[in-house]
């Protein structure tokens, strides 16, 4: 997932020197009531709800749920949305076969039964997975929901020409030929051509795997396996009004102003153990500027920040010196880091990559991002610590967190020297013009080489078109973007939903790409397939961390943060704990409010 995926994919996160270093500062010193003792105004206390649950007794039937934000949804559409909010916040008005726990921490990114009756059987070598409908499961309208709804609604992903931007994962694990052709052009008079899965009545659903894929089952948790009712289907409209299957429903929606949820009076607790629905109403307002809604956020007019990216600096900063007992500082499940494309000279050089490792100054690059609390702690690889398999800091292969955490210019001239380039070289970093931490990452990258003789130029380049300008080989090459500066996080948390757009040859595009480094490894293109086929937790953990290594030895990347946030919860919140399953962002599906007034 990209910085928008669950960064906005991601909101923009401003950041300036001055800021971080009161940042910084005021991290140190604390603020408000101790960490974890609550405080006079209602508040749980400082990092209360990260990776636990806070509050949970409080919750009370009623009132309204106020969410605000800077970003509308690319897309609320259950097939097209991306953005990691949208699939969090989605829950409330879809359901899917499976979903993830509504549990804190790393429970959350467990799969749990929803429309289903239990998790799959799974047979056939693990290419079958039959799934049978809860009874009492309907629509808004009342209709049942049936086997071919879910069907339909997976087709639906077929329908690029249509509904692009969503996932297509289950499109390329159930369709790997690309025989079918979507529902909007399927020759079957019911429009549920596609062979892969059948519906052989209305309460059974059983998908066919051309080939095993040990992680279809957290596909099938994503929003796009969500139900869809044929005769609701307003195609590319539909995200102005999805037709709902879960406790809420759209009253009203209003693209960048404000968004509307209510009950759905068709919705039965008895058939849903997911879901608590705890408010009455549901609502997000949404805003053009992030100072503006931080300041109404500790005002108490908003009970949470929608994209989950961590309140501004400004913000950040009011809130750690008079309400730290309102703040979580969850780990995003993101990676920051610079990626060396072997397509530009000298880094086609393993000797040369590692020059530039060994030669960052990790400390300046972590502060520049935002520091320790804000920002995260040094990424020492590049395997998110919400997936299994990841050591998080105690695999640091360069000692980026030890011994070299400042830089280490002696081992990095020695590098230098082994990959011809004793006095240094000249590059280009590549860095998004619309992310100021970003710059400042930059930046700080290089004054760091500029130590060992390499000269690094920064290019700014426009955001909004990274598919097209990063995103392409050719482009990168001509310009000489030796560095490429970026950000990535899991789509569901496995190294198949975090790196096989990174590391795997088969993705390397000739534009979209995200195998920036252009990784050509058969031993990592084998460990992936061996991921695949392997069905038991303990035996995936262990193949992510074979990849990861893997990775870490070409000297792909430096890693520059684990990422963590400064989140904001209004004392109003009840039942609120950060979860695995949505990288880190509070779980929003079962929130309440402490009182219905």
């Known amino acids: ?4 995926r669950t960064s906005g994919r991601r909101k923009q996160i401003m950041a300036a020197a001055a800021v971080v270093a009161a940042l910084l500062t005021t991290a140190a010193c604390g603020g408000g009531d101790s960490d974890n003792g609550g405080s006079k105004n209602g508040a749980a206390g400082f990092d209360a709800a990260n990776n636990k649950v806070a509050q949970a ?5 009623g009132g309204e749920l106020k969410f605000a934000s800077t970003s509308d949804a690319d897309s609320w559409d259950t097939t097209r949305g991306y953005y990691g909010f949208m699939w969090n916040f989605s829950r409330y008005y879809s359901r899917q076969l499976v979903t993830n726990k509504t549990e804190p921490g790393k429970a959350g990114a467990e799969v749990t039964p929803d429309l289903a009756t239990s998790v799959a059987e ?6 079958t997975y039959t799934y049978k409908l809860r009874e009492g499961v309907t629509w808004e309208d009342g209709k049942p929901i049936t086997s071919k709804d879910v069907k339909y609604g997976i087709e639906r992903v077929w329908a690029q020409d249509v509904l692009s931007g969503g996932p297509t994962y289950l499109k390329e694990v159930l369709d790997p030929k690309d025989e079918y052709k979507g529902p909007y052009k399927d020759k079957a008079k019911d429009k549920l051509g596609l062979k892969a899965i059948e519906t052989p009545d209305d309460t059974t659903i059983v998908f066919k795997l051309p080939k095993a894929n040990s992680d279809f089952e957290e596909m099938l948790a994503l929003t796009s396996a969500s139900p869809v009712r ?28 404000n968004l ?15 879901r608590k629905a705890y408010p009455d109403k549901i609502s997000i307002k949404f805003f053009t500027n992030a100072n503006d809604l931080d300041a109404r956020l500790i005002a108490g007019d908003y009970d949470v920040d929608l994209a989950q990216t961590g309140l501004s600096p400004q913000g950040r900063t009011t809130a750690l010196k008079q309400h730290k007992e309102n703040l979580d500082n969850p780990v995003s499940g993101y990676i920051r880091y610079a990626a060396f494309a072997q397509n530009v000279a000298p880094f086609d050089n393993e000797a040369c990559r590692k020059a530039l490792i060994y030669g960052a100054d990790h400390v300046s690059l972590q502060t520049a991002r935002g520091g320790p609390v804000a920002g995260g702690d040094i990424g020492t690889n590049m395997l998110p610590p919400s997936v299994p398999g990841a050591e998080g800091q105690k695999y640091d292969p360069y000692e980026i967190a030890g011994a070299n955490k400042s830089g280490n210019a002696t081992k990095a001239k020695e590098e230098l020297k082994a990959c011809g380039k004793p006095n240094g070289f000249k590059t280009n ?10 710059i400042a990452t930059a930046e700080s990258l290089q004054a760091s080489l500029k130590k060992i003789g390499v000269d690094a130029e920064i290019e700014q380049y426009d955001g909004a078109q990274y598919a097209s300008i990063i995103g392409a080989p050719a482009n990168v090459a001509k310009k000489k973007y030796g560095i490429i500066i970026m950000g990535w996080g899991p789509d569901f948390p496995s190294v198949q939903g975090y790196g096989l757009p990174l590391w795997h040859s088969d993705y390397i595009l000739e534009s979209g790409n995200n195998n920036f480094s252009l990784i050509k490894d058969k031993e990592i293109d084998g460990l992936f397939d061996d991921y695949l086929t392997t069905l038991d937790d303990a035996g995936k953990a262990k193949v992510a961390t074979e990849i990861n290594h893997k990775v870490m030895d070409g000297a792909y990347y430096l890693p520059f943060t684990f990422e963590k946030f400064i989140n904001w919860r209004s004392s109003r919140l009840a039942n609120v704990y950060t979860t695995d399953g949505y990288s880190g962002m509070y779980d929003f599906v079962n929130l309440g409010l402490k009182s219905s007034k």
């Open 57 to 61: 007794s409080l919750a009370k039937k």
């Open 260 to 274: 509307v949820l209510v009950r759905n009076p068709e919705w039965k607790q008895a058939s849903d153990p997911v």
């Open 429 to 438: 970093i590549a860095v998004r013009n619309n992310k100021p931490v970003e």
């Open 1 to 4: 997932m990209t910085t928008q």
């Open 122 to 127: 799974v047979s056939d070598d693990g290419k």
């Open 230 to 257: 044929q005769d609701k289907d307003t195609k590319s409209k539909y995200s102005l009004h999805p037709f709902s299957s879960g406790p809420y429903k759209f009253q009203s929606y209003t693209p960048g102003k």
